[in-house]
């Protein structure tokens, strides 16, 4: 080999040196950002409105129909009101049995008219409350979604350092096989001028 393999062979392994060594310090840096990125993982957080709102729910299931109470108040207002004025104008007491029927029956329907409108507003209050419940539990299912996530990401970060110190293991198992092959082919090239 001449004088001029030996020095391309030099340059040879001082450049691969050097570009080992910047592998190794870019590598460093590689895995030092990996650490900081772990730190800064935000987390979910439950919306604090989903639990308002499912015991907001919970509480007016059941409470009764806004109004309700007047409206019951007014029918049997409206009843007494009614028989008074019936037994004020009536002439004779047959009269006031059939007025009376008649109000007594209105009275009876607007009172079955209320209950209907209280059913159906405790089935839509039993809604929401179903509503209220779906969310909580969507909330709480991506709190648990995101631990998932985070678990995954910290695995990635754990893996990606590893790749990292691998690479840079690597890197310098090569730089030593280079000197180690460098060494051989200088000492076996010179330590045995002329000998068989």
């Known amino acids: 080999m001449g004088a001029a393999g030996g020095i391309m062979q030099g340059v040879g392994a001082i450049l691969g040196t050097v570009g ?34 499912l015991s907001l729910a919970q509480t007016l299931l059941n409470a009764r129909m806004p109004g309700a109470q007047n409206m019951e108040r007014n029918i ?29 029956g209105q009275t009876n329907q607007a009172n079955a008219n209320l209950g209907t409108q209280e059913q159906q507003d405790y089935y839509n209050r039993l809604g929401n409350l179903s509503s209220a419940q779906q969310g909580s539990i969507n909330e709480g299912d991506k709190v648990y979604m995101d631990q998932i996530r985070r678990w995954q990401d910290s695995v990635n970060l754990a893996m990606a350092r ?16 280079m000197w180690a092959g460098m060494g051989a082919s200088m000492g076996g090239g010179g330590g045995a001028p002329g000998g068989k």
Do not use: F
Request: avoid cysteine.
């Open 20 to 53: 080992g060594i910047a592998a190794n310090i870019s590598g460093d840096q590689l895995r030092q950002n990996l650490l900081r990125l772990g730190g800064t993982d935000p987390q979910y957080q439950a919306n604090p409105l989903a639990g308002q709102r």
């Open 76 to 104: 049997q207002s409206n009843q007494a009101t009614s028989m008074n004025n019936i037994q004020r104008g009536a002439t004779d007491g047959s009269q006031v049995l059939s007025m009376g029927a008649q109000s007594q």
């Open 162 to 177: 590893n790749n990292v110190r691998q690479q840079q293991g690597q890197t310098m198992t090569n730089m030593g096989s």
